[in-house]
């Protein structure tokens, strides 16, 4: 095998081991039972986006929303997992009608919580 190649396999090995120790360290278990109503490695990715979109303040929409949630007497998770339900809301019309992401339908996605 040339030397390239074995260094690009060290690489995809350390980051398999590596992606399984972050998932559970967010205590996300791999197996989920079908009877489950979500999947739970989906569901901490989702709310992952949203704490980082919520941190960077991009897009702002998602901050202000999540401020306006708390001020409504929301706990941190709950809008949490309120704005990730509008985002993925927006996900998926962005997959079903094969559009780019649309900024002013997910403003109003977050308009309409709480």
């Keep these: 095998m040339p030397r390239s190649e074995r260094g690009s396999e060290k690489v995809r090995s350390k980051r398999k081991r ?12 791999q197996s989920y039972d079908e009877e489950t109503p979500f999947n739970p490695r ?3 990715v ?9 941190r960077a303040s991009d897009p ?3 901050r202000q929303t999540f401020e306006r949630l708390l001020a409504a007497g929301y706990s941190r998770q709950e ?6 339900s ?6 998926w019309g962005m997959l079903h009608d094969n559009k780019p992401f649309d900024r002013r339908r997910f403003s109003a996605l977050l308009e309409k919580l709480g």
């Design 18 to 29: 590596n992606r399984g120790s972050s998932w559970e360290a967010r205590g996300v278990d």
């Design 42 to 44: 989906l569901k901490a």
């Design 46 to 54: 989702i709310l992952e986006v949203v704490e980082n979109q919520i």
């Design 60 to 62: 702002p929409e998602t």
């Design 79 to 84: 809008a949490v997992e309120m704005i990730g």
């Design 86 to 91: 509008a985002l993925v809301e927006e996900i």
